[in-house]
């Protein structure tokens, strides 16, 4: 077939077409199979165009109608992001439903760095396990274009650390929002409770209430005694105090007695009571006198302060003691336990998933 490199045809040699000139069959049959044969090798059939036949780039949206290429025509993995120049796969050139998870490769549609929950336990294709390791810069350069050392710098030289989110929550970060102020991208943070208050209580017993007590000594004998030593606030032990009052009649004194008898009856009578019989009695004797009243300036029902020590007697004992506190002391306070709940950590119901990070 007379085809120039440019793929410029030219009819073969031989009798030419002339106006009223009679063609041969020999040329014209021989002519038109070569052009038959010309045209069929210059136009592909479903599946004659192959990537191997294209040169990269060479297929580009400018080339071809729109809707021309549909699915039907493309060899399964045909079209790759290599041979396909950037934005010419817009949707109004793809047919509906055209583009389906078959033709793409697992995560082609999700970007770079994107952090995803899966329900199994490794990675699948296109991504890595969020467990703090340490990968190639070059090998994934392009997840390290986008987070570079967030999550740690690797060896500094030729590798890179992916996030570790084994056993974590994932936390939105506060960008200046002050719920969680100060945070850095990427960092951690320990666990924390909250401040809070819990309501406890010493029983049933009300306020104003007694004790019992019940002890017991510990083997010293009963009914012995202790040397004691003390002083009452600024009083001397074994004291008086200053007593002040009056009786009815001075405290010393004497009565007259008339010793004069009426004659007729034997009985002291008043008619002598200027006999010159009359005499004074002996002052009284002791005697005396009821008094009521108090000690000075200090009631008689009082108490004093005792503070000091039993002597030097008895080794460390106790005595026997029962019955109840006296006094019910409105106002007093307890000792009260509150106990530690168990768990070595805080956290909600959860359950466990494989983080991984596109490539």
Known sequence: MPRNAAGVYTPPA????????????????????DIATALTNSLSIDGSVTTAKLADNAATTAKFTDANVTTAKLVDGAATAVKLASNAVTTDKILNDAVTAEKLTPGADTPTAAVMAFGINTAPTGWLECDGAAVSRTTYADLFTEIGTTFGIGDGVTTFNVPDIRGEFIRGWDDGKGTDAGRVFGS?????????????????????????VSITSAGDSVGHTHGISITTGTNSVGHTHSLSGTTSTSANHTHTINHGTDAGTGVISDAFSNNTNNKPSSSAGAHTHTISGTTGDVSVSHSHLVS????????????????????????????????????????????????????
């Open 188 to 212: 951690t943070q320990a666990e924390l409770t909250a401040s809070h208050t819990h309501t406890a209580s010493s029983g049933t017993n009300s306020v104003g209430h007694t004790h019992s």
């Open 308 to 359: 000091g020590t039993s002597g030097t007697n008895s080794v460390v004992h106790t005595h026997t003691a029962s019955g109840t506190s006296a006094g019910h002391s409105a106002d007093h306070t307890h000792t009260i336990t509150v106990d530690a709940t168990s768990g070595s950590e805080t956290r909600p119901r959860n359950v466990a998933l494989l983080y991984c990070i596109k490539t």
């Open 14 to 33: 031989g009798n030419p077409v002339v106006l009223d000139t009679t063609i041969s069959s020999s040329w014209a049959n021989t002519t038109l199979s």
